[in-house]
C-alpha cells in the first residue's frame, strides 16, 4: 500500500497516454497516486510499472461516465486516505473527425458530454467536499485547442463543444471556489503523440504532461479558474 503520508493524487485515464505521463510525473515529485482506468486491470499493471520506478502509486478501476463508479471510487480513496489532493480530469475521448456540425450523430454528442464534460464535473463534485476538509485542492481539466473559441474549425464538433464546455466549468467551478485553498484549471497540452493524438503528433507525452503536472503542483498563491498552454494563460 503506498504511503497515506504523502499528498495524494488521483488521475482519470492514468493508464495510458498524457494521463500516464502526468501519473508519472507526479509520482516522481513524491505524490500518491491513484491512476484509475476502465479496466482495474490496466489501472494495477499501470501503477505496478509506477511503483517498480520507486513511486507510490496504486490502481483503480473508474467509468467516469458511471455515478456509482464514481460513488465507489470516492468512498474507497476517504477511507484508505482520507483526503484527495489533486484531482486531474484527464479521462476524454470521441475525437469525431468523422462529423460535421450540420449533420451530427447524436449517439456520439452524447457520448462526448457524458465522458469530457459529466465525467469531469462528477469528479469534481464528489471530491470537492474531501479537498474543502482540509483547506487544500488543485483540479485540473485536460481540455483541447478544439474547443477553444478562437479556433474556428467545423472539424471534430462533439469534441470541441464538450471542451469549450468544460473551459466554462472550469471558470464557473474556480471562481466558486475562489479563496477555499482548491486551485481549478485547465489546460491544452497540444498535439500529443498517443492513441489519440496518433504516431505523427510533434509533440510527446512528457511535453504534453508537464502544465498539467505544473497545475497540480500550484503553489497557495498560484492561478484559478484559468486556462494554459506550456505554463502560460491562453485565450478561451
Ligand atoms: N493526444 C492529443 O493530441 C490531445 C490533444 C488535446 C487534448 N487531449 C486530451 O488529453 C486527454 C488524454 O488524451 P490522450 O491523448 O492521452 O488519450 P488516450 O491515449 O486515448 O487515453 C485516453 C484515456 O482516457 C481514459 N478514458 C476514456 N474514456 C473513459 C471513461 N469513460 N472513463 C474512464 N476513463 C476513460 C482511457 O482509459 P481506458 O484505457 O480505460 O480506455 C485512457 O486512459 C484527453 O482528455 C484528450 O481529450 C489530447
Redesign the pocket.
Known amino acids: 500500500m503506498p504511503d497515506p503520508d504523502s499528498r495524494v493524487a488521483l488521475i482519470?485515464?492514468?493508464?495510458?497516454?498524457?494521463?500516464?505521463g502526468i501519473a508519472e510525473g507526479l509520482v516522481k515529485a513524491g505524490y500518491t497516486v491513484i491512476v484509475?482506468?476502465?479496466?482495474a486491470r490496466?489501472a494495477e499493471a499501470a501503477a505496478a510499472d509506477l511503483q517498480a520506478g520507486k513511486g507510490n502509486a496504486v490502481g483503480r478501476g473508474?467509468?467516469?461516465?458511471d455515478a456509482g463508479s464514481v460513488l465507489a471510487l470516492y468512498r474507497w480513496v476517504e477511507n484508505n486516505y482520507d483526503r484527495c489532493d489533486v484531482l486531474v480530469n484527464?479521462?476524454?475521448?470521441y475525437?469525431d473527425t468523422n462529423q460535421q456540425p450540420s449533420t451530427p450523430d447524436f449517439s456520439v454528442i452524447q457520448g462526448a458530454v457524458?465522458?469530457?464534460l459529466i465525467?469531469p464535473w462528477r469528479m469534481a463534485a464528489a471530491f470537492v467536499p474531501l479537498m474543502r476538509r482540509h483547506g487544500y485542492g488543485r483540479i485540473v481539466n485536460?481540455?483541447?485547442?478544439?474547443g477553444q473559441f478562437v479556433n474556428p474549425r467545423a472539424t471534430t464538433p462533439a469534441?470541441s463543444v464538450t471542451?469549450a464546455a468544460l473551459n466554462m466549468l472550469t471558470v464557473r467551478l474556480g471562481s466558486e471556489l475562489k479563496g477555499s485553498g482548491i486551485l481549478v484549471n485547465a489546460c491544452?497540452?497540444?498535439?500529443?503523440?498517443?492513441?489519440?493524438?496518433g504516431p505523427n503528433?510533434p509533440?510527446s507525452?512528457e511535453e504534453?504532461a508537464d502544465t498539467a503536472i505544473w497545475l497540480a503542483t500550484l503553489p497557495d498563491d498560484g492561478p484559478t479558474a484559468g486556462y494554459f498552454a506550456d505554463r502560460k494563460p491562453v485565450a478561451w
Open positions: 482519470t485515464g492514468g493508464n495510458r497516454g498524457i494521463g500516464r484509475t482506468a476502465r479496466s490496466d473508474l467509468e467516469v461516465t484527464n479521462a476524454g475521448g475525437f457524458d465522458v469530457n465525467g485536460m481540455s483541447s485547442g478544439a469534441y471542451k491544452n497540452p497540444g498535439w500529443v503523440r498517443t492513441d489519440m493524438g503528433a509533440r507525452v504534453g
